[in-house]
Nanobody, 115 residues
């Protein structure tokens, strides 16, 4: 059964950086589109960034220029480098893998941006 495990969250001051990782136990990982979502308290889950199987990327406007998504297909891992963090980036961050009708989620990792 597919499993996604996120890591790298934590408490950071405004302006700081974090790097999230998601290791996917999925066969044919390289064919999956991978995404990072986040959900803040009282808000809906939103797509933050995704990367296609071909390496194309897209970001929500609020993180453009600050966050970078990347993948290492040899290690079945997707990353989210987050720089210049703001308090409004505080949320639980989830990893998602999608291929045709299949979609898998990780358990989430908490990111808190506060002084």
């Amino acid at each position: 059964q597919a499993q996604l495990v996120e890591s790298g969250g934590g408490l950071v001051q405004p302006g700081g950086s974090l790097r999230l990782s998601c290791v996917a136990s999925i066969s044919a990982f390289s064919f999956y589109a991978m995404g990072w979502y986040r959900q803040a308290p009282g808000k809906q889950r939103e797509l933050v960034a995704f990367i296609t199987s071909g390496g194309s990327t897209n970001y929500v406007d609020s993180v453009k220029g600050r966050f970078t998504i990347s993948r290492d297909n040899a290690k079945n891992t997707v990353f989210l480098q987050m720089n210049s963090l703001k308090p409004e980036d505080t949320a639980v961050y989830y990893c998602n893998a999608a291929l045709k009708a299949s979609a898998y989620w990780g358990q989430g990792t908490q990111v808190t941006v506060s002084s």
